[in-house]
């Protein structure tokens, strides 16, 4: 810590101007990016490990070709989905961490439509429906449960959606190793295929350059999503009662606005695109389900909304940049490296977050006082940190 003069002091204000032009939340992004990197950067050095051919191994994994690029953007569509929710979420300040959860309990429920709902002669366009509106409703309803636990018990979403995450696990390690268990592994039998979401390489008979692409339908319907939501929160009506909760629950309530309802609505949307992504995964990749099938989207999409700077428009850059890094990583050794380089990214979004939030201040001492502040002053300081106390961190 820095000495400071006798009666000097230093403060952090609020910025007033909380989310500011798009532009600087560009900026933001990509500073805490080029900061990311370079210290993930220093710390590979410091292991023995060569930064620099890292780097171009993770981008040529990733970018470099066409079939590269596919495969970045099959891991694109869950992460682009959870972080989705996640900013839903966040920008009415409900704190839902459980989109890992949900996403297992919407492919849960679209494998259950499949294996045990609908008939196999069931056509194919009606049955991918059924799939996805069983496995957004079943999310949302899993969601829902953290925002009654909320509404009902005073239980904070955090704790609540965290456990939850669990939960939501063991019980499909019961259906996997149990009822829907084939041969007694830990995994469903295929799917049929016309419970498969269409892929470019399916055109490959008459398209021959899409042969061996496999980025899905799946991806367009998270582009939709994307599109459509950043409109919802930036054009309609509840999309400016969350924006409203999210900077003054309190004036949102003095106002008369239905605080408990856009909650309730709120984290429902969020576990919807969350069980979408667990849709996407078992019809558009893996044919099945399993306890393993996904490597903690859920958890990577908090990073990838952060980063985002919770606007829907930047979600899905955001998302084939990490949808990179999973790619790339795959090629690396040590295999910690795309770890690292998403922990790095974590703590340089959150620390720009904080400058963009508060600027520091030196405060001179008056002349004539002493060093504590005045009771003038101090009742000052208190006033100001309370009208800004219900800032988003």
Known sequence: MLPLPRGYRLVFEPVLDRDGSGRWRLLRSLASLGAAFAVAALVLTAAGVDAGLAYRQIFTASFADVPALSDTLVRATPLALCALGSALAFRARLWNIGGEGQLLVGAWAAVGVVLHGLPASTPRPILLIAMLFCAAVASALWAGLCALLRLWLGVSELLSSLMLNYIALLGLRSFVFGPWSEGGFGLTPQLPRSAWLPRLSDLAERVPACRGLTVHLGFVLAVLCVVFFGLVL????????????????????????????????????????????????????????????????????????????????????????????????????????????????????????????????????????????????????????????????
């Open 234 to 393: 930036s054009r309609s009506r509840f999309g400016y009662r969350l924006r409203v909760l999210g900077a003054n629950p309190q004036a949102a309530r003095a106002a008369g606005l239905p605080v408990e309802r856009d909650i309730l609505w709120a984290l429902l949307l969020s576990g919807a695109c969350a069980g979408l992504a667990g849709f996407c995964e078992v019809s558009g990749v893996v044919h099945r389900l399993s306890d393993r099938f996904s490597t903690g989207y859920g958890f990577t999409a908090l990073i990838v909304a952060w980063l985002a700077g919770l606007q829907p428009r930047w979600i899905l850059p955001a998302a084939i940049l990490f949808g990179g890094l999973l790619v790339g990583g795959q090629e690396l050794q040590p295999g910690g490296i795309p770890l690292l380089l998403q922990g790095v990214v974590l703590m340089a979004v959150l620390a720009s977050e904080a400058l963009l939030r508060s600027r520091p201040r030196l405060l001179r001492p008056e002349a004539g006082s002493s060093d504590e502040p005045s009771g003038a002053s101090a009742a000052a300081t208190a006033a100001q940190k309370s009208d800004h106390s219900e800032d988003l961190p």
